[in-house]
């Protein structure tokens, strides 16, 4: 039987946690006595209890963040009170700073920041009968050069079906004060030579979808050259996802990327505001033109697929303003735009705010933003089907040609609100929308509230309907469809143009 063992609730099943491995990659003479255990949030956790019950650990460490605290309560309570004796010990995020807005009493340790060392040496006392006095651990940054690294953690079953997790540096140079990584202003690198080993090894193993984890990839242009490097040496297809600071695009990043094939590169951008005051207001860096030039050139010089982020609920950010974001974003670009809703992260310094911009937040998890002095609770709800309803309808790609004919010489953003509005009415929901379902509500609200000419939205919706392999031309659309010619050419499917 194993000592010790290392769990965590992912996000869901092609999630892995890159923090269990880097724990058993640093345990050293215990290595041998810890095993990792991975479940999903929609597990039940009864059955998850079960099953950590079942390998009979001494000490149970587990991964905390937003999205599982709430299922973390209670898979500790269930543990403590069928097996009391073994010792629960916290980490992550979402316990490395207070206040807790969730109850982790019934947890024996916490250790706060980066765990490797701590989790190490406070097994090793546990393990020797010599408990710690102190409950809460603040652990101290380990080095990157000497800690071990996790990737030969990964199983075969990770790499054929899972998402692989991996780092090039931690901490983040930015202060934006809703971001819990603005709490360590200092970038550390690993020893670059060692971790492309490490890659070239995952790659030998059948690794072909990477998601680097840095706060700002593109901060080190030596570092982020050498990893470029790296993958455009390999055969396609393959998928490297990076987090990127928008006006941070040298030279010779940009000639890197423009040579990376379709879908093979990801790159998520944080962009949040383009309201200067805003910015400013919450410390984050805004160069305006440098990050218009950027996203231009990804945009029209790449294959590079952008994930272009914007948040709801800034404080002294109106929904005009919000608006101007939205509108200004898509003018750019045709790639994903994420839209979120403002979070307040115990340890970020957003809360100055509370009191001048009368915010309110949930103190349940994820802590979204309720109402502030601009937005009204009702505003806020409206902005969370809004980006629903984004979601399903742009960021799909299900309707590239039709989608755009809501904001036909209009603002993107007040013609898609309109449209949001419509459809919760006609509705009164945000899942469980069918495909067809979606595209039919598109169809009437087209033709009957813009009052586009039905051929119109006809023609642009089988455009989209042929983009999607496998999908028939549904019958509202067949009335339509004799004098329809579809040019799926800028779609994916391979279609060519024909008559339907």
């Not at 899942?431 to 119109?456: A, G, M, N, T, W």
Request: with cysteine; proline share 4%; charged share 25%.
């Amino acid at each position: 039987m194993k000592q010790i063992l290392l769990t965590t609730l992912n996000a869901r099943y092609t999630h892995t946690s890159l923090a269990l491995r880097y724990l058993l990659a640093n345990l050293h003479e215990l290595q041998e006595s810890a095993q990792i255990q991975e479940f999903t949030i929609n597990d039940a956790i009864q059955s998850v209890a079960e099953a950590i019950l079942a390998a009979k650990p001494r000490i149970i460490g587990i991964g905390v963040y937003i999205w599982n605290a709430k299922e973390t309560h209670e898979l500790i309570h269930i543990l403590k009170k069928v097996a009391p004796e073994i010792i629960i010990v916290l980490g992550g995020p979402e316990v490395s700073h207070e206040p807790f807005r969730v109850d982790f009493s019934h947890a024996d340790y916490i250790i706060q920041g980066e765990g490797e060392v701590s989790f190490y040496q406070l097994c090793r006392d546990i393990l020797a009968s010599h408990m710690p006095n102190e409950r809460t651990i603040k652990a101290k940054l380990p080095s990157l050069k000497t800690l071990e690294l996790p990737y030969a953690f990964y199983t075969d079953e990770d790499i054929q079906n899972r998402y692989i997790y991996v780092e090039s540096s931690r901490g983040c140079p930015f202060l934006c004060e809703f971001c819990l990584s603005s709490i360590d202003e200092r970038v550390r690198s690993f020893h670059m030579p060692t971790l492309l080993k490490e890659f070239e090894k995952l790659w030998v193993r059948g690794a072909r979808n990477f998601k680097f984890i840095d706060r700002t990839f593109n901060i080190n242009i030596k570092t982020a050259n050498d990893i470029l490097d790296f993958f455009l040496a390999k055969e396609p297809p393959y998928f490297a996802h990076f987090e990127v600071i928008p006006d941070h695009f040298p030279d010779s990043i940009k000639a890197k990327i423009k040579r990376f094939s379709h879908a093979a590169l990801q790159l998520e951008i944080g962009i949040q505001t383009l309201n200067p005051q805003i910015a400013e207001n919450i410390s984050r860096p805004l160069k305006l033109e440098k990050i218009k030039e950027n996203i231009a050139y990804l945009e029209n010089e790449t294959e590079a697929h952008m994930h272009l982020d914007l948040i709801v609920g800034l404080p002294g950010e109106s929904l005009e303003s919000f608006g101007a974001n939205l509108d200004a974003l898509v003018a750019l670009s045709k790639s994903e735009i994420q839209i979120g809703i403002l979070k307040k992260l115990s340890g970020t310094s957003i809360n100055r705010h509370d009191i001048e911009h009368g915010m309110v937040y949930s103190d349940i998890p994820p802590y979204d933003i309720l109402k502030n002095d601009l937005l009204s609770f009702e505003d806020i709800m409206i902005m969370k089907r809004f980006a629903r309803f984004w979601d399903l309808f742009y960021n799909s790609g299900n309707f590239k040609n039709s989608t755009p004919l809501l904001w036909k010489n209009d603002s993107v953003y007040k013609s898609f609100y309109d449209f949001g509005m419509w459809i919760y009415g006609q509705t009164l929901a945000t899942h469980k929308i069918s495909l067809e379902r979606q595209s039919e509500l598109l169809f009437s609200y087209l033709c009957d509230v813009k009052h586009l000419p039905k051929s119109e939205a006809a023609s642009a919706l089988i455009n989209d309907i042929a983009r999607l392999k496998g999908r028939a031309i549904p019958a509202y659309l067949k009335p339509y469809s004799h004098a329809i010619t579809v040019d799926a050419q800028s779609g994916s499917s391979g279609f060519n143009k024909r008559q339907i």
